[in-house]
């Protein structure tokens, strides 16, 4: 099951996400993140910039990318990557991919693949969840088995990024996308939510049924995952006491 941590505000589970990414990044100079975009990680990446760290050997891999944005636009995900999590974290810039950010598409989704092998694979995987429930850009019916590929991004999806565009017919239709399968090799994963309108996916994320008709419910299938959300996210949570007594209660060896 996974460890779920409900805490009072974004800005605490930013703070309990960098303690998960410090501890692995002293016990591991060289550790691989991997590296989500989207408003969910920001108190994050704001609580690890805030530590001071030297980050400039972690190396990073972004879950997603639009396809179909000019190069450069400033919210292709490489660079909101750039903008968010390299320049503040002081990350080093070649050592951070994003998928499909050299040569062509129609490669991109295996070389993405042979790359993170190539890196020993993720140490630990930042997520956010859509409220389709997606994470990565994986919608409703994306394989568990699934690898980085292409996908055809949902209209509930585009909504709710509009609002980084001009307007909604900015924002592309597809995407290239770390799959389900690829999410699942991850090491830990590390799974935030924010607010109600997370609720209800997050719940059956964590709780519903096993299925790819809510991608984010692959986690129950994983060894390691710390779920970290606040009240109005937890709000649909059938057994939000016991996570909050187990937090409370948790062992000393678990704290370090
Ligand atoms: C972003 C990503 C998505 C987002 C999700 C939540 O790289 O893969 O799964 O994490 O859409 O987005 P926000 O955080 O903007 O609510």
Redesign the pocket.
Known sequence: MAEVVIVESAETAGEVAADEIEKLVRANPRAVLG????????TTWRALAARGLDLSQVRGF???EYVGLPAGHPES?RSVITREVVEPLGLTPSLVRVPADDGPIETAGADYEAAITAAGGVDLQI?????TG?????EPGSSFASLTRVKTLTEQ?RL??ARFFDSLDDVPKHCI?QGLGTIMRARHLVL????S??ASALARAVEGPVTASLPGSAIQLHQRVTVIVDEEAAADLEFADYYRYAWANRLDWEKL
């Open positions: 590296l989500a975009t989207g408003s969910t990680p920001l972004a879950l997603d995900y997520l956010g969840i859509g409220r997606h994470i990565g850009f994986n999806t709710d990024n996308t935030l939510a924010f607010g309108g997370k």
